[in-house]
């Protein structure tokens, strides 16, 4: 092998190689074109062809099919089978003379039947028949249905038309009409191709061994893409055919056939032809890339010795003479010059090596996320901090895109915003949220600044990331320490407040009450206005219960009267807002239970109110309870068919004086105040709901008497 050690060498077999690859490319790609544009064609001219034969035999079909038909319903056809009938002579017709059209026509046999199926007429070309009585296909033609089979007549398959002839709607007799399908054979046949009539596997006409038949029909499809075949030497196309035979329920395909060298064979005497032409190029290029190459060579031996000193001798001094002024002169040159800016260049990078060192250093030491980006938007900087911030690795995010991998989507406005303002120079700081691999978005704090290189030009951004979760927790616990403080403070006020008005009315009421002139109508008023006076006195000393976190008083509950009273008192809101208000029927067994009877009502019309607040006129809100010891629990439960709770405020409905309320229609407190209740009784609040599907509340209590828990402020 040490003539390819030569730079002649190589490149003689460089070009010898190149020579052939192109040869052998242009070999393989006409043969496959022309052998393709030669199938496309022959496939093309086989489906036309198949179309037609198609077409031809269901347009031959019909064609006798009408004649056939319109035989059997003419006037003199129906005079003569009733005048026949009516004698004992033989039927003197035309049949004899009869003949259908199309190919082959003439030939066709044509009978005249009676009602019993007895020949009483023949045509010319007619085989002897006494009866067809017992045809298959008789007893339907008897009824008044034409007719058409495939039968076999001494191994070979004919096609039966048979038309009863009717005479003022009574079948009087029949036309049945027989011939065979040679003419589907007809054009195909003389431009060389080989045509096969199948009955689903069954050939007809010609015949196919059964492994193709499989084979054809396990590759047809409706798209007439794939019904065509390669098959021991034969290309095959199945078409099936379609129309009247197919509304007759024949199910028929025709399969044309052509050898496979009408394809080949001008393919393969053109492959011969060009590689004959190929070998001699190849002989050509090789006798000129030898005579060029031994002329380019000499220029080049010198330029070679002079790199080979400078390489041994490691001294970037070193300098290539050339004396010629053509292309070798001008590589000289040009590498004499290369020599001279790699000597600077070294002194400048052994300089700015160790500097960007201790960047790198300081970078990746950095506690805070650090991260540049170009202006093209990927990263090219992701420090330690950043992963261990964000999850995503240093190797998966050099080159990624920042805003797609690391900012939300709705951020992404905002960030590019900063990006602009630190273009111009501006030090950008903003809270901003960011994407982790886990955790989804967190909150940081965000700098930006630019980048810029030894000619001004920005070549991306810097930003450094502060963690804010912690920050904003603590900030949302002291928010809620103040609210829930307010709470105390305002719920004892309001309470103290409230007790002395309540007093008075209460004690006013029941003054009037012990005067015995009063009528029906004043004293049912006079009890009512009792009766919601203590109930608002109850609810104020829940309040006082509420703000001191004392535990509330028991007694054992009558649940019924409780829900009854509940939704009396919801019914006017239930009345303005056009909502059914319905209390489910109780249990016929439910457990003992003790609770503070007002709190429970309280907890109860809080429940109410929002559902009805929350139903569109027309729905529904429904209470009801279930339980009992077996489970071991008592649950209370109201049911609206609203449009459900947004996840967002379903994590906020339960915070003192969160309200999705218009300013004036809603403190917030209800179900704040619902939960303390609940607890206090040892017991535990469920919501369930579904956007456009309602919300189901559900109080849950144990059926033992449970120690009341601190009620939370």
Same mark, same amino acid.
């Given at each position: 092998?040490?003539?390819?050690?030569?730079?002649? &060498?190589?490149?003689?077999?460089?070009?010898?190689?190149?020579?052939?690859?192109?040869?052998?490319?242009?070999?393989? $790609?006409?043969?496959?074109?022309?052998?393709?544009?030669?199938?496309?064609?022959?496939?093309?001219?086989?489906?036309?062809?198949?179309?037609?034969?198609?077409?031809?035999?269901?347009?031959?079909?019909?064609?006798?099919?009408?004649?056939?038909?319109?035989?059997?319903?003419?006037?003199?056809?129906?005079?003569?089978?009733?005048?026949?009938?009516?004698?004992?002579?033989?039927?003197?017709?035309?049949?004899?003379?009869?003949?259908?059209?199309?190919?082959?026509?003439?030939?066709?046999?044509?009978?005249?039947?009676?009602?019993?199926?007895?020949?009483?007429?023949?045509?010319?070309?007619?085989?002897?028949?006494?009866?067809?009585? =017992?045809?298959?296909?008789?007893?339907?033609?008897?009824?008044?249905?034409?007719?058409?089979?495939?039968?076999?007549?001494?191994?070979?398959?004919?096609?039966?038309?048979?038309?009863?002839?009717?005479?003022?709607?009574?079948?009087?007799?029949?036309?049945?009409?027989?011939?065979?399908?040679?003419?589907?054979?007809?054009?195909?046949?003389?431009?060389?191709?080989?045509?096969?009539?199948?009955?689903?596997?069954?050939?007809?006409?010609?015949?196919?061994?059964?492994?193709?038949?499989?084979?054809?029909?396990?590759?047809?499809?409706?798209?007439?893409?794939?019904?065509?075949?390669?098959?021991?030497?034969?290309?095959?196309?199945?078409?099936?055919?379609?129309?009247?035979?197919?509304?007759?329920?024949?199910?028929?395909?025709?399969?044309?056939? #052509?050898?496979?060298?009408?394809?080949?064979?001008?393919?393969?005497?053109?492959?011969?032809?060009?590689?004959?032409?190929?070998?001699?190029?190849?002989?050509?290029?090789?006798?000129?890339?030898?005579?060029? $190459?031994?002329?380019?060579?000499?220029?080049?031996?010198?330029?070679?010795?002079?790199?080979?000193?400078?390489?041994?001798?490691?001294?970037?001094?070193?300098?290539?003479?050339?004396?010629?002024?053509?292309?070798?002169?001008?590589? +000289?040159?040009?590498?004499?010059?290369?020599?001279?800016?790699?000597?600077?260049?070294?002194?400048?990078?052994?300089? &700015?090596? =160790?500097?960007?060192?201790?960047?790198?250093?300081?970078?990746?030491?950095?506690?805070?996320?650090?991260?540049? #980006?170009?202006?093209?938007?990927?990263?090219? *900087?992701?420090?330690?901090?950043?992963?261990?911030?964000?999850?995503?690795?240093?190797?998966?995010?050099?080159?990624?895109?920042?805003?797609?991998?690391?900012?939300?989507? =709705?951020?992404?406005?905002?960030?590019?915003?900063? *990006?602009?303002?630190?273009?111009?120079?501006?030090?950008?700081?903003?809270?901003?949220?960011?994407?982790?691999?886990?955790?989804?978005?967190?909150?940081?704090?965000?700098?930006?600044?630019?980048?810029?290189?030894?000619?001004?030009?920005?070549?991306?951004?810097?930003?450094?990331?502060?963690?804010?979760?912690?920050?904003?927790?603590?900030?949302?616990?002291?928010?809620? &320490?103040?609210?829930?403080?307010?709470?105390? $403070?305002?719920?004892?006020?309001?309470?103290?407040?409230?007790?002395?008005?309540?007093?008075?009315?209460?004690?006013? +009421?029941?003054?009037?009450?012990?005067?015995?002139?009063?009528?029906?109508?004043?004293?049912?008023?006079?009890?009512?206005?009792?009766?919601?006076?203590?109930?608002?006195?109850?609810? *104020?000393?829940?309040?006082?219960?509420?703000?001191?976190?004392?535990?509330? +008083?028991?007694?054992? #509950?009558?649940?019924?009267?409780?829900?009854?009273?509940?939704?009396?008192?919801?019914?006017?809101?239930?009345?303005?807002?056009?909502?059914?208000?319905?209390?489910?029927?109780?249990?016929?067994?439910?457990?003992?239970?003790?609770?503070?009877?007002?709190?429970?009502?309280?907890?109860?019309?809080?429940?109410?109110?929002?559902?009805?607040?929350?139903?569109?006129?027309?729905?529904?809100?429904?209470?009801?309870?279930?339980?009992?010891?077996?489970?071991?629990?008592?649950?209370?439960?109201? $049911? =609206?068919?609203?449009?459900?709770?947004?996840?967002?405020?379903?994590?906020?409905?339960?915070?003192?004086?969160?309200?999705?309320?218009?300013?004036?229609?809603?403190?917030?407190?209800?179900?704040?105040?619902?939960?303390?209740?609940?607890?206090?009784?040892?017991?535990?609040?469920? *919501?369930?709901?579904? &956007?456009?599907?309602?919300?189901?509340?559900?109080?849950?209590?144990?059926?033992?008497?449970?120690?009341?828990?601190?009620?939370?402020?």
């Amino acid at each position: 092998m040490n003539i390819l050690r030569s730079f002649q &060498s190589k490149l003689l077999l460089f070009f010898l190689l190149i020579d052939v690859a192109m040869v052998g490319f242009l070999i393989a $790609t006409v043969s496959r074109g022309a052998r393709e544009a030669l199938e496309t064609a022959s496939r093309e001219h086989l489906q036309e062809l198949s179309r037609f034969a198609a077409h031809d035999l269901d347009e031959q079909l019909q064609l006798r099919w009408t004649a056939a038909q319109s035989l059997a319903s003419n006037p003199f056809m129906v005079r003569g089978v009733l005048e026949t009938l009516q004698r004992s002579d033989p039927l003197e017709s035309p049949t004899p003379g009869l003949r259908l059209p199309g190919k082959g026509g003439e030939d066709a046999e044509l009978w005249l039947l009676d009602t019993q199926g007895r020949v009483l007429a023949h045509g010319e070309h007619a085989g002897h028949v006494g009866s067809f009585a =017992d045809a298959p296909w008789w007893p339907r033609v008897r009824e008044g249905e034409p007719q058409a089979r495939v039968v076999l007549e001494q191994g070979q398959p004919r096609v039966v038309f048979a038309f009863p002839i009717l005479s003022q709607q009574h079948v009087e007799g029949a036309l049945v009409t027989r011939f065979d399908l040679s003419f589907v054979r007809g054009g195909a046949a003389r431009e060389g191709f080989e045509v096969v009539l199948l009955n689903g596997e069954r050939p007809l006409v010609g015949g196919l061994p059964e492994p193709v038949v499989r084979e054809l029909r396990s590759r047809y499809s409706e798209s007439s893409e794939h019904n065509t075949a390669l098959i021991d030497g034969l290309f095959y196309l199945l078409v099936p055919v379609e129309g009247f035979a197919r509304q007759q329920g024949f199910g028929w395909s025709l399969v044309l056939s #052509v050898p496979a060298e009408h394809i080949s064979g001008p393919v393969d005497v053109l492959r011969q032809r060009m590689i004959r032409g190929g070998v001699v190029a190849a002989l050509l290029v090789a006798l000129l890339v030898a005579w060029r $190459t031994r002329l380019l060579l000499r220029p080049l031996q010198r330029l070679q010795l002079s790199m080979r000193r400078i390489i041994d001798g490691g001294d970037l001094s070193e300098r290539i003479e050339v004396a010629s002024r053509d292309e070798l002169g001008a590589i +000289a040159g040009t590498f004499n010059l290369m020599l001279e800016r790699l000597a600077h260049r070294s002194a400048e990078l052994e300089r &700015s090596r =160790d500097h960007l060192s201790l960047l790198a250093q300081m970078t990746s030491a950095s506690p805070n996320a650090t991260f540049m #980006v170009g202006t093209e938007g990927w990263i090219h *900087v992701w420090n330690d901090a950043a992963e261990k911030l964000l999850g995503w690795p240093r190797l998966d995010m050099l080159g990624a895109p920042f805003l797609e991998r690391v900012v939300p989507e =709705d951020s992404r406005e905002h960030f590019n915003a900063l *990006v602009a303002r630190a273009a111009s120079g501006e030090l950008v700081e903003a809270e901003l949220s960011l994407l982790t691999r886990q955790a989804g978005a967190i909150p940081v704090q965000l700098t930006v600044s630019r980048i810029i290189d030894a000619a001004g030009q920005v070549q991306g951004t810097v930003c450094i990331a502060r963690d804010l979760r912690e920050v904003k927790r603590l900030r949302e616990s002291l928010v809620q &320490s103040e609210k829930m403080a307010a709470v105390g $403070t305002l719920v004892a006020g309001l309470s103290h407040e409230l007790n002395n008005p309540l007093g008075i009315i209460l004690g006013f +009421a029941q003054g009037l009450l012990r005067k015995t002139a009063q009528d029906d109508l004043a004293r049912v008023a006079l009890l009512s206005i009792e009766k919601q006076t203590q109930r608002c006195a109850a609810l *104020v000393r829940t309040l006082l219960e509420f703000s001191r976190k004392s535990g509330p +008083a028991r007694e054992r #509950v009558d649940v019924s009267a409780m829900l009854e009273r509940v939704r009396e008192l919801a019914s006017g809101q239930a009345g303005r807002g056009q909502v059914r208000l319905e209390i489910l029927e109780l249990p016929a067994e439910l457990p003992g239970w003790e609770a503070n009877v007002p709190e429970m009502e309280a907890a109860l019309l809080n429940l109410v109110g929002n559902a009805l607040d929350a139903t569109p006129p027309g729905g529904t809100v429904r209470v009801g309870v279930r339980g009992g010891a077996v489970s071991g629990r008592l649950e209370l439960f109201v $049911t =609206d068919t609203g449009s459900g709770i947004a996840p967002d405020v379903l994590q906020r409905i339960f915070d003192p004086f969160f309200s999705t309320k218009p300013v004036g229609q809603g403190t917030g407190l209800g179900l704040s105040i619902t939960r303390s209740i609940v607890e206090s009784h040892g017991g535990r609040i469920d *919501v369930e709901t579904a &956007s456009g599907a309602g919300t189901t509340v559900r109080l849950l209590f144990p059926v033992a008497p449970a120690l009341p828990t601190e009620a939370s402020a």
